[in-house]
Structures are given as structure tokens and as C-alpha cells.
């Protein structure tokens, strides 16, 4: 089964900054991989899509990037509304998809 | 606007069943696959499955075979998962998502004696 490591698992950042999360996978994923926010009892929405592809009517500073094992989300300037917790999924397993155990976003 | 609404929360004793559904409106699910994921309380997301509805076929997460039983009514345009043999670790958040990417409000079952 490939693990998703997400870091940090927790993130304080103030409005303004740029903000950089991390997803590691146990093996190549192929670009496979996804970025979910979910706000508190919301239920999750799709961010990125295949590594770098914005999802319908996702802000431009959420951005994302990686290959092989490793991958990032980038929000280039922090907004209030970002306050979340995100996943990572990788899909290369498929049908068999894993999600990361998330990063808490939280303002300075 | 395509909108996926579940059912409302559900209390379960432990041993027992409970089917949670799934409606779909605005996009013919024939069409997609409908995923299944949990959220225990505090947690994580975890796949629990999916399930074509043009043909009902299902694939399972390892952990979840015994567990959940995904079914599809193409008539209503609804998808349902059946959760057996209830245990406390059972409680969760459960949500129905159509390709991953556009998702219910989710359902949380209770099991508690």
C-alpha cells in the first residue's frame, strides 16, 4: 500500500504570507495527486487536481507542484478564508486511493 | 448546479446495520463513479470504496470489505453504502463524493449502546 507523510501537521501563518505544505509518498505516484481543503464542519473541496491543476472556481493563489514522491501546495498570499485543514490523496493506486493524515492551517 | 444530498444522522447499536443513501441531483451518476469516504471524530479522511453505477461494480479499500457494502438505484440517481456489524469505531463521519470531486454534506453514524 503507498503512505502519504503530510508536514508540517500543524502551520501558523500570519495574512500575507506565503504558505508552502508538503505531501511525501512511500513510492512514485506519477503526479497522481490531489490537494482537498476542509473547513471545520464542511465537508472537503477539491483544490488541485493531477499535482498543478486548478480545480473550477479555486482562487489563483492556491497552487500546487511536485513529481515522483514528493509534492506541494503553495498559497501565495494567505488569506483569513484559508483557515483549513488540508489532505493530500494520491490516486495511483487506482481504484485504491489513500489520503494524507492532513496539515492544520491556522493565522498567527 | 449539481448537489449531492445524504441522509440524516443515524444512531446504531452495536452489532447492527444501517444504510445511509446518497442522492444526486443534476448529473446522471451512470455517468461517474461514486466514492464513499469517512472522517472519525477529530480524524482524518479515509477511502472507503467505490461504486460504478452503470454496472455496479465495487472496489474496496482492504479494511472496509467486510464492512461496507455499496449498492446504486440508476432509477433515482441515488448511490447507498450499507455499514454492518457496527462497533464503536464505527463512529464517523461518512460522505458520498462523485468522482472525488464534488461531495455530500456527509452523514454521521453513532454507534452507541
Known amino acids: 500500500d503507498i503512505q502519504m507523510t503530510q508536514s508540517p501537521s500543524f502551520l501558523s501563518a500570519s495574512v500575507g504570507e506565503r504558505v508552502t505544505l508538503s505531501c511525501r509518498a512511500s513510492?512514485?505516484?506519477?503526479?497522481?495527486l490531489d490537494w482537498y481543503q476542509q473547513k471545520l464542519g464542511e465537508a472537503p473541496k477539491l483544490l488541485i487536481y493531477?499535482?498543478?491543476n486548478l480545480h473550477t472556481g479555486i482562487p489563483s493563489r492556491f497552487s500546487g507542484s511536485g513529481s515522483g514522491t514528493d509534492y506541494t501546495l503553495t498559497i501565495s498570499s494567505l488569506q483569513p478564508e484559508d483557515v483549513a485543514t488540508y489532505f493530500c490523496?494520491?490516486?495511483?493506486?487506482?481504484?485504491?486511493?489513500?489520503f494524507g493524515a492532513g496539515t492544520k492551517l491556522e493565522l498567527k | 448546479e449539481v448537489q449531492l444530498q445524504q441522509s440524516g444522522a443515524e444512531l446504531g447499536k452495536p452489532g447492527t446495520s444501517v444504510k445511509l443513501s446518497c442522492k444526486v441531483s443534476?448529473?446522471?451518476?451512470?455517468?461517474?463513479?461514486m466514492h464513499w469516504v469517512n472522517q472519525r471524530p477529530g480524524k482524518g479522511l479515509e477511502w472507503i470504496g467505490r461504486?460504478?453505477?452503470?454496472?455496479?461494480?465495487?472496489i474496496y479499500a482492504e479494511k472496509f470489505k467486510s464492512k461496507a457494502t455499496l449498492t446504486a438505484d440508476t432509477s433515482s440517481n441515488t448511490a447507498y453504502m450499507q455499514l454492518s456489524q457496527l462497533k464503536s469505531d464505527d463512529t464517523a463521519i461518512y460522505f458520498c463524493?462523485?468522482?472525488?470531486?464534488?461531495w455530500g454534506q456527509g452523514t454521521l453514524v453513532t454507534v452507541s449502546s
Open positions: 461504486i460504478d453505477p452503470a454496472n455496479g461494480n465495487t
Open positions: 463524493a462523485i468522482g472525488l470531486a464534488i
Open positions: 490523496l494520491q490516486r495511483n493506486s487506482w481504484p485504491m486511493y489513500t
Open positions: 513510492q512514485n505516484i506519477n503526479k497522481y
Open positions: 443534476g448529473y446522471n451518476i451512470r455517468n461517474t463513479y
Open positions: 493531477n499535482t498543478n
